[in-house]
T-cell receptor, first 114, second 115 residues
Framework: KAGVTQTPRYLIKTRGQQVTLSCSPI?????VSWYQQTPGQGLQFLFE???????NKGNFPGRFSGRQFSNSRSEMNVSTLELGDSALYLC?????????????FGPGTRLLVL | AQSVTQLDSHVSVSEGTPVLLRCNYS??????LFWYVQHPNKGLQLLLK??????LVKGINGFEAEFKKSETSFHLTKPSAHMSDAAEYFC?????????????FGKGTKLSVKP
């Protein structure tokens, strides 16, 4: 079974631009979560989607948004990029929500904002 | 609120010696706990998870962890380190209640393995 895939793997943008990252979950998985990883803040939860609905959201500004499609693929969007948005963005998928479900992570998209 | 604290930011061992990575958790109810590993420029890989079935949890690559409720600890161990174990390790707790879905990560422990 193919793992979680994320595209693109690397991205360079300038301040003020917007960016869209894509995540394809493991086949059959219906929950997709997004995390931001930076050297200073570590790994932080962004949001989680299940059945095309956002179920949970972390403490990030409204510039960060996401969505999930009927095939469970997910996208996240960051508008008006700031230098501090430079990070590794990780997507994870699981069969269902919460509890004892294991989240399987993709390789990440590394975003550099200049 | 749920949280985890990894007690060491960096651990260095020699190849063939035991590994101990320490993690304490805070949870208002029975937690779901995980250890993930991240090799350089790679995503996160699940090593093992605790889900209250057994306090001693065996994972991949010879790692195991013991859940100790009285000490609120979930330390990761391996009897004999291998060079390929050099990576960053994250202790993780599942959020609960309204935030049941998201994972809460510790700051990470970088494991170095000397030949």
């Amino acid at each position: 079974k193919a793992g979680v895939t994320q595209t693109p793997r690397y991205l360079i943008k300038t301040r003020g631009q917007q960016v869209t990252l894509s995540c394809s979950p493991i086949s059959g998985h219906r929950s997709v979560s997004w995390y931001q990883q930076t050297p200073g803040q570590g790994l932080q939860f962004l949001f989680e989607y299940f059945s095309e609905t956002q179920r949970n959201k972390g403490n990030f500004p409204g510039r960060f948004s996401g969505r999930q499609f009927s095939n469970s693929r997910s996208e996240m969007n960051v508008s008006t990029l700031e230098l501090g948005d430079s990070a590794l963005y990780l997507c994870a998928s699981s069969l269902a929500l919460g509890g004892q479900e294991t989240q399987y992570f993709g390789p990440g998209t590394r975003l550099l904002v200049l | 609120a749920q949280s985890v604290t990894q007690l060491d930011s960096h651990v260095s061992v020699s190849e063939g010696t035991p590994v101990l990575l320490r993690c304490n958790y805070s949870s208002s109810y029975s937690p779901s706990l995980f250890w993930y590993v991240q090799h350089p420029n790679k995503g996160l890989q699940l090593l093992l998870k605790y889900t209250s079935a057994a306090t001693l949890v065996k994972g991949i690559n010879g790692f195991e962890a013991e859940f100790k409720k009285s000490e609120t600890s979930f330390h990761l161990t391996k009897p004999s380190a291998h060079m390929s174990d050099a990576a960053e390790y994250f202790c993780v707790v599942r959020g609960g209640g309204g935030s049941q879905g998201n994972l809460i990560f510790g700051k990470g422990t970088k494991l170095s393995v000397k030949p």
